[in-house]
């Protein structure tokens, strides 16, 4: 008999457990988290909502003397040249860093796989290869200025012993800047997807793989009709978690180059900070979080939709 | 198959390109490595060295003459731990409830909430949260700060992996151990809880970590009271002088415990990174 075809009042009674504790108790254990993220995410949210529609700057702020001016912040983010700015560079990030990165580490853990067979060398590889990702980002970040210090770093170094450059890079000026912090990026983070994919191709069936390879299914085949597909939703999370996390980047850009020069490698995530926090123009950063609030609840929602349904076909939930 | 030519080209290209990648990986680190054992002289040459002349192993002991260095190491290690066991307190307690009475804890949607504020950015409302702090006895610049912030992105991964764990964990044999008269209490202390222990420590493990390399909350709330590693590294100079072998052999140092715990609990790392929607 389908499971559907029994009567909802059967299926709601026997799906439910039986509670074996006061009432109160699952409540008193879920409340101190929720209490918690109410005080210290949810009422800040809130303030952030409200003080988008004001004149807020931090002398009015103290003064408590701050007015609605309806929209007017956001009319001053989207009529300037600096959020456009950083949207395109937001984009260049989004397309160069974290696409690249899922791109790259999915090649790389699949040849990682199919190409190291002994199991002891197979995992000394991929603890060499993740390591980056271990490293706090202000690290990461004081390592990759100091490796592309354009005037004696080691980078342009090797890359002149290489014989592939004449002169020294300047790795910080105007057109390359964002691009140095993407490089320090792919760097610490491609170890992200490379783990999440290759974890998920060791728990593939082995069984399906030699049935194929019985048919006469050759490497390509099975990597283009089985392989891809079967982990096609793995490399979804993987991309949709580097994109949640693209719009919380902002270390490296603080401790590479704070932006600059000349606003070149500033993110909107960075300008929010510095508008709030340097600037006090606290109305117009709020504008700026709400509008970055609103882009990751969308790919945050999308991932949690894709969450459940995963989890659920896993048998998790 | 069909033309091994081929396969083998491209055999050798996936070598070429996984070996490639680990130079490109292993590099920054042994450039790390070198210059926290160079000399200052030999740092601030024109032309860099690519294998130190003179191996300064005093480097690591020297980063310590100055003692705010070793304070800020111990800062991130008490915020790291305080922030550890209360997120997994919480987030033990949480978690056993979104397993076991889901219905009756607020259910799926909850528990999605609570996820959900691990992925928001925290830059977005960094500003009301720093007021809010100010307003509290403990101020901004105290390590209860960082240890309570931590919790916006550490207590939800903890809740939700927590959750995964105890669903794993089968409920007949609680149900058995209420057939033996436990109380509740004690079928979770007894049975339940010993099952669940490898996971516990697993999301600890991934706790502490995050904890340890935070910047973005350390950056902006703490400073002069309390100062960890990670604020304190990026302006690590001597006069003004960057001395950049005592700055790599720091950070080299304090990268160690977070490197450590990884080749550990590799296997579980995985789960909690991608929230365990893939089994590690």
């Known amino acids: 008999m389908e499971r559907s075809e029994l009567p909802a009042w059967f299926v709601a009674k026997r799906g439910r457990p039986p509670l074996q504790v006061g009432r109160w108790v699952p409540l008193a254990l879920v409340s101190p988290p929720v209490l918690v993220l109410l005080a210290i995410v949810v009422y800040p949210t809130v303030w952030m909502f409200y003080h988008s529609l004001q004149d807020t700057n931090l002398m009015r702020l103290f003064q408590e003397n701050w007015s609605y001016v309806g929209f007017a912040n956001f009319g001053t983010v989207f009529g300037s040249d600096r959020f456009w700015n950083a949207a395109g560079q937001m984009l260049q990030y989004l397309l160069f860093g974290a696409c690249l990165q899922v791109l790259l580490g999915t090649v790389l853990a699949l040849a990682l796989y199919e190409l190291v067979r002994n199991n002891v060398a197979r995992t000394a590889l991929l603890v060499l290869l993740v390591l980056p990702m271990m490293l706090p980002p202000s690290i990461v970040g004081v390592l990759w200025k100091f490796l592309l210090t354009p005037s004696n770093g080691a980078i342009n170094q090797a890359l002149l012993n290489l014989g592939v450059i004449d002169e020294h890079i300047e790795w910080f000026n105007r057109g390359l800047a964002l691009w140095s912090i993407i490089i320090a990026d792919i760097w610490n983070w491609t170890a992200l997807p490379l783990l999440i994919v290759f974890s998920g191709r060791v728990s593939l069936p082995p069984a399906v793989f030699e049935a194929a390879r019985v048919d006469g299914a050759g490497n390509w085949q099975v990597m283009r009709r089985l392989t891809l597909p079967m982990l096609k939703e793995i490399i979804a999370i993987a991309f949709i978690i580097r994109f949640m996390d693209a719009f919380k980047f902002v270390d490296l850009v603080f401790v590479m180059t704070s932006g600059g020069p000349a606003q070149s490698s500033e993110l909107p995530a960075y300008i929010a900070y510095q508008r709030g926090v340097r600037e006090f123009e606290i109305g117009e950063a709020a504008a700026y979080s709400l509008i970055i609030f609103v882009c990751s609840a969308v790919i945050i929602t999308l991932f949690l939709q894709y969450l459940k349904r995963v989890v659920k076909a896993q048998g998790i939930a | ?280």
């Not at chain 2, 198959?1 to 490109?24: F, I, N, Q, T």
């Not at chain 2, 999301?203 to 340890?212: E, S």
């Not at chain 2, 001597?238 to 304090?254: C, R």
């Open chain 2, 1 to 280: 198959m069909k033309s091994p030519g081929g396969e083998r080209a491209v055999r050798a290209l996936l070598w070429a390109m996984l070996l490639a990648w680990l130079v490109v990986t292993l590099f920054p680190l042994y450039w790390q490595l070198i210059t926290a054992l160079k000399t200052t002289e030999e740092t601030n040459r024109t032309v860099p060295t690519f294998w130190p002349e003179e191996m300064r192993f005093g480097n690591f002991a020297a980063v310590f003459t100055e003692s705010s260095n070793f304070d800020a190491l111990v800062s991130s290690f008490i915020i790291a731990t305080g922030n550890t066991l209360l997120s997994l307190l919480l987030g033990t307690m949480a978690g056993y409830a979104f397993a076991r009475f889901p219905r009756h804890a607020g259910g799926e949607n909850l528990a999605f909430w609570i996820l959900s504020n691990r992925m928001f950015p925290p830059v977005a409302v960094i500003i009301p949260m720093f007021f809010l702090f100010d307003a509290t006895p403990w101020g901004t610049d105290s390590h209860l700060s960082l240890i309570i912030l931590y919790l916006v992105f550490n207590m939800p991964l903890a809740t939700w992996l927590m959750m995964v764990f105890f669903r794993d964990a089968p409920r007949e044999l609680e149900e058995a151990a209420y057939l033996d008269g436990y109380t509740p209490l004690q079928a979770f202390c007894k049975v339940t809880l010993p099952l669940v222990i490898p996971g516990m420590i697993s999301v600890a493990m991934l706790c502490w970590i995050f904890a340890w390399n935070e910047y973005l909350f350390a950056n902006l709330f703490v400073g002069t009271e309390v100062r960890t590693f990670t604020i304190v590294i990026p302006t690590f100079t001597h006069g003004s002088q960057t001395l950049w072998n005592l700055q790599m052999a720091f950070s080299l140092i304090a990268v160690i415990p977070p490197v450590a715990l990884f080749i550990l609990l590799r296997r579980y790392m995985v789960r909690g990174l991608s929230l365990g929607v893939v089994k590690g």
